[in-house]
């Protein structure tokens, strides 16, 4: 990709851009190493430096932001442009000469009083508008990629900012200190190998970067040419300036690591501790580790979260997925004998894991009935109280719906629903979970066992918070699927209550997270379990605390399905035409879906579609009219056909709505695509006889609620 090339009088290169900084946030490097490159990329594109087929790579190392360009031209092609200046009745007067406005205009543009007849007119909308036309420039390289750097380190995603003092003997003129996300200390600007003269941050551009802290083998490092930057740098540097290749090398590292400890071993899967982890080095080194084989006795999932939390390592699991006394460190050394470096993390690791035990072994001092009281002493929400009184209605609302599932007739089932929800928050005043929040749940399952409360109490309190996220699975027993559902709606209606609805991007309250999650919950637990009833159920239990909500809600609810089915391939018009019937057993939401499917595929569909959406205007305007038909006042033979073809269609496809089978159902309504346009074609509606009107109104009514019973067929209309 090296050599230069002459294009319409340019110079053509490819370009490398690098700014050399202190160690950059490791949890947002590649977030900004991204956005620098992009936007770089975007400041050249828009002054027509680059070429269609010019290629961007970003580089980003936890000392560097960098990108580098191919085909990046030195000066940009002249434009021929065409400028509005303002309407001919505002630039001319009645003789035709030029206004004091438009001599103006015309001077703030570079021009003079003889450019008045180089004007031309046309209309721009209703009035005449005078336009110039003019040759521009094209922009340099220095020019534009000055003012790319400038845009772009102002638009970076940096949440908090640094003001630093530049050195006396370095500073530029009027740059006595800057504000950047670290300190800066070094800018590199090569088109091919001629250094771009720009500034930024107090810096001048040259040719000089610098390696690895340790390992380089010349420093500072010298660029020759812009295409040189990723070997240079690694030859010389010993910094592999790549963040994707630094990733794949470790990922790479850390396989072969565990193979050879033994076979079906493996490093913990993580990519967000593999990003970080590659953001902390520039040239990683993977080491084996461990600790003392004691420290399994501990649960496993506080040993992982102590590890990669605190110390960013990689745990081991064996085949079965058990954690093993192996871990694995990423070392930005690569020393001869690594022993020193093995040891070091070993000793580091001992007292964050004996700190773990510790912590679970004072927790099972108490059982996690005894826990129940100090709940009450827990602040949730100072409109809704402690976390004694959530849990309270978390349990009433639990045993409500525990009531209304089948399973309600086995007092086990009950008392498990009872004691799960009672329990649930419990763990949140125990030691594991004060240092690990994450933990919550997961502890008091753990701690559930060792109080002997059994397996189907201990599953439903680690549950109890799923689904955690998108694709997370559905608790794995009843009673933990109500107590969850509970959980969930407490907080839904309790925060809707007191007017803390989620806005814009911010919810602090993860409620969009939580809606999701009972939408999952009653589609895909098949529970038959109706929204407005829990809704009512769950605002009950709080009293006079809140404001009714169930209204606001549902639609909330109704609007996250609609987000998560659209995800899943249903079209926009199939979820609108199903949601717009505010269904309340979400488990029927896909069969019907699956139906209007169907019925769309059908040739009848559009016509039938198209005349339910002219029964519904009909019907809006005649206002509240009842499914009510008197056949002796037919006129036409149109309303008589209509009607005997509803009387033999009509029941049948109710009883297949009653019976679930939503598809037949529509299906069944087919045949009903002729007579309705014989009636649309032989009928007049509103007729002038008000007996008369009514009756048609009637007819169409009950053809109406017919055709919408599985969806709101008017949605299917173009």
């Not at 360009?69 to 007067?93: C, E, F």
């Not at 993580?270 to 993977?286: K, N, Y």
């Not at 719906?401 to 799960?420: C, E, N, S, Y």
């Amino acid at each position: 990709m090296g050599g230069a090339d002459e294009q319409g009088g340019a110079s053509m290169n490819n370009l490398l851009l690098e700014l050399f900084v202190e160690e950059l946030p490791p949890k947002s490097l590649l977030k900004l190493g991204q956005a620098f490159a992009d936007g770089i990329a975007k400041g050249l594109q828009d002054n027509g430096l680059l070429q269609p087929h010019s290629q961007t790579q970003m580089f980003a190392t936890p000392r560097r932001l960098a990108v580098h360009i191919t085909q990046v031209a030195d000066k940009a092609a002249t434009q021929h442009v065409t400028q509005k200046l303002m309407p001919v009745s505002v630039g001319l007067d009645a003789q035709g000469q030029a206004t004091p406005a438009l001599l103006k205009k015309l001077q703030s543009m570079g021009l003079g009083a003889e450019a008045v007849g180089q004007l031309h007119q046309k209309t721009d909308g209703k009035a005449e508008t005078l336009f110039v036309d003019q040759q521009v420039e094209g922009q340099t390289l220095t020019h534009a990629l000055q003012a790319a750097l400038l845009h772009t380190l102002d638009k970076l995603p940096i949440a908090k900012t640094m003001t630093y003092q530049l050195m006396a003997d370095t500073a530029m003129p009027g740059w006595d200190s800057v504000s950047f996300v670290r300190p800066a200390h070094g800018l590199v600007a090569l088109h091919g190998d001629q250094v771009v003269p720009i500034s930024v941050l107090g810096l001048h551009a040259g040719h000089v970067t610098h390696g690895h802290r340790f390992e380089a083998k010349v420093s500072p490092v010298v660029l020759k040419h812009a295409d040189a930057y990723a070997d240079t740098l690694l030859q010389d540097g010993a910094v592999i300036a790549s963040f994707e290749a630094r990733r794949d090398s470790i990922a790479q590292q850390l396989q072969a690591a565990a193979q050879r400890i033994g076979s079906g071993v493996a490093a913990i899967h993580d990519p967000e501790l593999l990003d970080e982890v590659t953001a902390l080095v520039e040239r990683p080194h993977v080491l084996v580790c461990q600790f003392d084989q004691a420290f399994l006795d501990v649960p496993q999932e506080c040993l992982i979260l102590t590890m990669k939390a605190n110390q960013k390592y990689f745990p081991l699991l064996d085949a079965s997925g058990k954690l093993t006394h192996r871990f694995l460190v990423v070392s930005n050394i690569s020393p001869a004998d690594p022993s020193a470096v093995i040891g070091g993390n070993e000793r580091v690791v001992r007292p964050r894991l004996a700190d773990a035990q510790f912590f679970f072994n004072q927790d099972r001092k108490k059982t996690l009935a005894s826990r129940v009281e100090g709940l009450g002493k827990v602040v949730y929400h100072n409109k809704l109280g402690t976390q004694g009184e959530r849990t309270e209605r978390v349990r009433l609302l639990a045993n409500r719906i525990g009531d209304r599932l089948p399973q309600a007739t086995d007092a086990a089932f009950r008392a498990a629903v009872d004691t799960a929800a009672r329990l649930a928050k419990t763990d949140l005043l125990t030691d594991m979970v004060g240092e690990f929040p994450e933990l919550q749940g997961t502890m008091g399952a753990y701690y559930a066992r060792h109080d002997g409360l059994g397996e189907e109490i201990a599953q439903a309190i680690e549950d109890h918070y799923k689904p955690r996220f998108a694709g997370d699975e559905l608790p794995r027993n009843p009673v933990g699927l109500v107590v969850a559902l509970a959980d969930k709606l407490e907080t839904l209606v309790g925060m809707f209550g007191i007017g803390n609805l989620p806005t814009g991007d911010k919810d602090p309250f993860a409620l969009r997270r939580h809606a999701l999650g009972v939408v999952r919950m009653l589609s895909d637990g098949d529970v038959d379990l109706h929204l407005d009833d829990l809704l009512a159920q769950c605002e009950a239990v709080f009293g006079d605390k809140i404001e009714p909500v169930a209204q606001v809600l549902t639609a909330f609810i109704h609007d996250r399905m609609a987000v998560s089915l659209r995800d899943q391939s249903y079209s926009a018009q199939e979820v609108d035409a199903v949601l717009a019937l505010n269904p309340q057993r979400l488990g029927d939401v896909r069969q019907r879906l699956l139906a209007v499917r169907a019925f769309a595929a059908l040739p009848e569909s559009a016509a039938l579609a198209a005349a339910n959406k002219r029964i519904g205007n009909v019907l809006k305007k005649a206002g509240d009219v009842a499914p009510h038909v008197n056949p002796a006042l037919f006129k036409e033979a149109a309303e008589t056909q209509l009607h005997q073809t509803m009387q033999q269609l009509l029941p049948t496809s109710l009883a297949q709505f009653e019976a679930g089978d939503y598809t037949a159902s529509l299906q069944t309504l087919a045949a009903l695509r002729q007579p309705v346009d014989a009636y649309f074609d032989g009928v007049m509606v509103n007729a002038e006889d008000p007996a008369l009107r009514l009756n048609r109104q009637g007819l169409l009514k009950s053809l109406h609620v017919a055709m919408n019973r599985v969806a709101d067929l008017s949605r299917l209309s173009a």
